[in-house]
């Protein structure tokens, strides 16, 4: 099996594996079925361009629940240290990304932080960090934005989310979805496990993020021989795609597609994405956008900027 993105430096494996018009009152997304999707098909995917990719390391990407603020990872020049959180704006849904702007302390420090992931009502971040104080390699954090200003989010310091999600060994991968139907939010996040495979998790969390019971194994997402890295999941829980390095695979990460009927049934039906979203290099860290129609993620394919960019691809419901 092919497998040179885990050849790769240690601080561009940590990152890869974590790797507007805004107001305080942000508006509720639609929920849809993921039902409507079930023909169709993703766009060629297309570079998201030289704003916002650069000659460096830039992945894990996020939307906002307005889909006016776009979070992702990178190491490019003008960080705080290794890699740091980076965010970009647009002024509507079809306008381009203006120039992204590091978020800053305390979110960023000089040490790797990525994987970000925003609650519904925008007033959550949760990420991923290996800075000092935390009980393991890499923990899962949360932050509260304090308000939103001409300049951005502010950002409150961060929590880490204690021993029932965080261990003595790396927890990295974070998605935040309150899925349809489900009394609390859940994050998933990976772990290594004691076997040498990396599983997929989830632990339920109050509306300020804090941790309510300890996180569990997702064995239907979980391959016991394989690297399960980030998921995305849809608002309405019927849908999940899972970034992995799996047998059935094209050779390095690819991203696969799960589906259920409810948000109280296991996850089933995977189907690896093919092309054009999967090729024989990296595919992984995907992220959805709220209707269901955009599929952000990173990857390593000829037409980038640097060693890893961030592409987007599209679909319609009912394949039209």
């Not at 079930?38 to 297309?46: H, I, K, L, R």
């Not at 490019?76 to 702007?101: F, K, M, Q, Y």
């Not at 998790?201 to 993020?209: L, P």
């Amino acid at each position: 099996m092919k497998a040179t993105f885990l050849a790769a430096p240690p601080s561009l494996l940590s990152l890869a594996l974590l790797v507007a018009c805004e107001s305080n009152a942000r508006p509720v997304a639609p929920r849809f079925l993921a039902d409507r999707f079930a023909t169709a098909e993703w766009s060629d995917p297309v570079n998201l361009g030289p704003l916002i990719n650069s000659s460096a390391l830039d992945a894990n990407a996020s939307l906002s629940p307005d889909g006016h603020t776009l979070y992702f990872v990178s190491n490019r020049v003008g960080g705080l240290g290794n890699s740091d959180i980076w965010t970009a704006h647009r002024r509507c849904l079809v306008c381009d990304w203006e120039a992204p702007v590091n978020v800053g302390a305390p979110i960023n420090s000089d040490a790797i932080d990525g994987a970000p992931t925003m609650s519904e009502d925008g007033r959550l971040l949760f990420f991923y960090s290996v800075r000092a104080g935390g009980f393991g390699s890499g923990d899962i954090y949360v932050s509260h934005r304090v308000s939103t200003g001409a300049d951005g989010d502010i950002w409150g310091a961060p929590m880490n989310l204690g021993p029932d999600v965080n261990t003595a060994a790396q927890e990295q991968g974070s998605y935040y979805v309150h899925e349809s139907g489900e009394p609390n939010a859940f994050v998933y996040f990976n772990r290594p496990t004691p076997g040498g495979s990396i599983d997929i998790y989830r632990v339920a969390v109050s509306n300020d993020g804090e941790a309510l019971a300890p996180a569990v194994l997702v064995p239907e997402l979980s391959d016991l021989d394989g690297f399960d890295q980030k998921v995305a999941v849809s608002t309405d829980g019927h849908e999940l795609l899972l970034s992995s390095i799996r047998d059935g695979g094209s050779g390095n990460f690819d991203i696969w597609r799960f589906t259920r009927q409810s948000a109280q049934e296991p996850w089933s039906n995977a189907t690896n994405l093919d092309a054009p979203i999967n090729t024989p290099d990296l595919e992984s860290q995907p992220t959805l956008s709220r209707d269901g129609q955009a599929l952000i993620f990173t990857a390593i394919r000829t037409g980038g900027y640097g060693a890893q960019d961030l592409w987007m691809s599209t679909r319609k419901p009912g394949g039209n």
